[in-house]
Structures are given as structure tokens and as C-alpha cells.
């Protein structure tokens, strides 16, 4: 069983900084490829962005790239999100996602597991 626990977000004004993070739970984590995935309300899931096992490669979404960071911690069981500059179309529920891939990929198709979102919301 492989459960996943977001936290770190909130209410931010536009320019402003947050850092999420994902908990996993299980000894495989360093199997699993990780994402971020966003929903606004009355929008369908999109991917924000990825990385590989063992941190050697990331993918981001055109939106978010030299904004956002995608990192993790295999020894802590834990990936990251590093959001800069943020815009209020950033606003969304961000899910963090695990899945086991050769590549990267965006696709939400891709990814097994899921955690259950954190709210983040940047106001103009």
C-alpha cells in the first residue's frame, strides 16, 4: 500500500513564494516517478510537473517552468514543490502523484497513486 500526504499549502499574494511537500508512505518510493498535478475549479486535472527516481531528470509544464521547482528526498521519502513567483492562475488543488515509468510522463493516465490535495491560493 502506498499512500501519499501533501502539505504546505495556503494563501499567498501574487509574487509570493510557497513550497509543498508530499509524504510517501511504503519502502519503494525510490521506485515510483513522481508528479504534481493541479486542479482549478471548473477545470479538468493538468500535470505541473515530474521527476524521475532518482532525481537525474525533470519536466515541467510550459506555465510553470523557471517559476516552479520539483525536487526530492529519497532518503525522506518526501518530494517538493518550490513555487515562485506565483500568479493568481496558480490557484488550485495540487495533488502529488506516484507512478512506475521508463520516461517521464504527463499523462495523469500514468500515475497509480495518489494523495489527497492541498489548497493553494494566490490572491491579486
Known amino acids: 500500500q502506498v499512500q501519499l500526504v501533501e502539505s504546505g499549502g495556503g494563501l499567498v499574494q501574487a509574487g509570493g513564494s510557497l513550497r509543498l511537500s508530499c509524504v510517501v508512505s511504503?519502502?519503494?518510493?525510490?521506485?515510483?516517478?513522481m508528479g504534481w498535478f493541479r486542479q482549478a475549479p471548473g477545470n479538468e486535472r493538468e500535470f505541473v510537473a515530474a521527476?524521475?527516481?532518482?532525481?537525474?531528470?525533470?519536466n515541467y509544464a510550459d506555465s510553470v517552468k523557471g517559476r516552479f521547482t520539483i525536487s526530492r528526498d529519497n532518503a525522506k521519502n518526501t518530494i517538493y514543490l518550490q513555487m515562485n513567483s506565483l500568479k493568481p492562475e496558480d490557484t488550485a488543488v495540487y495533488y502529488c502523484?506516484?507512478?512506475?515509468?521508463?520516461?517521464?510522463?504527463?499523462?495523469?493516465?500514468?500515475?497509480?497513486?495518489w494523495g489527497q490535495g492541498t489548497q493553494v491560493t494566490v490572491s491579486s
Open positions: 511504503g519502502r519503494t518510493f525510490s521506485s515510483y516517478a
Open positions: 521527476v524521475s527516481r532518482s532525481s537525474d531528470s525533470t
Open positions: 502523484a506516484a507512478g512506475i515509468m521508463n520516461w517521464l510522463r504527463s499523462a495523469d493516465r500514468h500515475y497509480a497513486y
